[in-house]
């Protein structure tokens, strides 16, 4: 298995059409259509999913906040989540281990970081809380640009590190014993995907909270 992504279409001049790509595609078309059927079927289900990620955020940011940023934040959750286990499907590669979808999905989370922030204190609160303390804003402004630039580097490196590494191993021990045998690792690679995206998750719901968080001047 190769950790490059393959070019599968070929539109006009130089675009091409990877195998990540189609299978996020796909993987959107599924999320919608069981969203659909469990509304209708198994309405239930949906309000636990709702619950679960309502109850993980709250316990970051507090019931108070929760609901306002649960349709950004479950849906990060629900697209990660989906996307890592997605590539169990044979002929469907796993969107997240193509470096471009981590990174996309990270740098996502730094803009809404800093939309909610605005959105919640408005811009000059908020560029004042960047710069606190102000005695040593010169330092501190640059400092915390840095820190989020490193921040949003790390969520990318983990989320694309977890998923690649787990998919060569699954792959190579497919490789090397029958086909009955790597089953429990498939197993334990979609646990890791659900996990990571539950990480990734908590971690933006950390960020968003810090940045809504007004702080003492």
């Not at 204190?121 to 804003?137: F, I, N, R």
């Not at 014993?177 to 908590?202: D, E, N, R």
Request: hydrophobic fraction near 55%.
């Amino acid at each position: 298995m190769g950790v490059e992504p393959k070019d599968v279409i070929h539109l006009f001049g130089n675009v091409w059409i990877t195998d990540t790509v189609i299978s996020t595609w796909i993987m959107m078309a599924i999320i919608i259509g069981a969203v659909l059927v469990l509304r209708k079927r198994q309405p239930v289900a949906l309000e636990m999913l709702i619950d679960f990620l309502t109850d993980t955020i709250a316990d970051v940011m507090g019931p108070e906040l929760a609901p306002r940023y649960l349709p950004f934040l479950g849906a990060l959750a629900i697209f990660i989540g989906v996307a890592n286990v997605i590539g169990v499907i044979p002929g469907i590669a796993s969107p997240t281990r193509d470096i471009s979808t981590p990174l996309a999905l990270s740098l996502v989370v730094f803009f809404a970081v800093h939309f909610y922030g605005i959105q919640a204190k408005g811009v000059g609160q908020y560029l004042k809380d960047l710069a606190s303390p102000l005695y040593l804003s010169i330092l501190t402004l640059p400092l915390e640009i840095i820190g989020q630039l490193s921040r949003t580097l790390s969520l990318t490196l983990r989320l694309f590190g977890n998923i690649i590494s787990g998919e060569l191993v699954v792959a190579v021990i497919f490789s090397l014993v029958p086909l009955v045998v790597p089953l429990p690792m498939v197993g334990l690679s979609m646990f890791t995907g659900l996990l990571q995206a539950y990480i990734f998750t908590v971690l933006a719901t950390v960020y968003i909270s810090a940045g809504v968080e007004t702080k003492e001047s």
